[in-house]
């Protein structure tokens, strides 16, 4: 187990950090934690997601191993993806954000709101 400082910027937790502080990231595990889904459905699930950048977060949570991938042997050929049971560990933990920021939406579009406000008077 490498343990470091996160504070410091050649520690690997950072690269951990990198994946969760990622949205599409998120939503995708969240999204596959209700079960597997081919790639197609994911895009269409997640509005405004490019196929490149959904194809680029899907190989990097399964380079990282929180993603499966499955194909079948189908024409055209089928791919499944799947959370893994560290994924979900992730998933379960980075949910409570994708909660948050929908329990709290409202309180903030109002704070940047009144900001912004105060920002064009020059106050």
């Known amino acids: 187990m490498i343990i470091g400082d996160p504070y410091s910027r050649d520690c690997p937790t950072r690269k951990v950090l990198d994946?969760?502080?990622?949205?599409?990231?998120?939503?995708?595990?969240?999204?596959?934690?209700?079960g597997p889904m081919?790639?197609?459905?994911?895009?269409?699930?997640?509005?405004?997601?490019?196929?490149?950048?959904?194809?680029?977060?899907?190989?990097?949570?399964?380079r990282d191993g929180l993603v499966s991938r499955k194909a079948f042997a189908t024409v055209p050929v089928t791919v499944e993806y799947a959370i893994t049971p560290l994924g979900q560990t992730l998933a379960d933990t980075v949910d409570a954000l994708r909660v948050w920021a929908e329990t709290h939406m409202e309180a903030v579009t109002a704070h940047q709101q009144r900001y912004d406000a105060g920002a064009a008077s020059g106050a």
């Open 38 to 62: 081919r790639f197609n459905q994911l895009r269409r699930t997640v509005d405004g997601i490019s196929q490149k950048m959904l194809s680029q977060t899907l190989k990097s949570l399964e």
């Open 19 to 34: 994946r969760i502080a990622d949205k599409w990231a998120v939503l995708v595990l969240g999204l596959l934690m209700g």
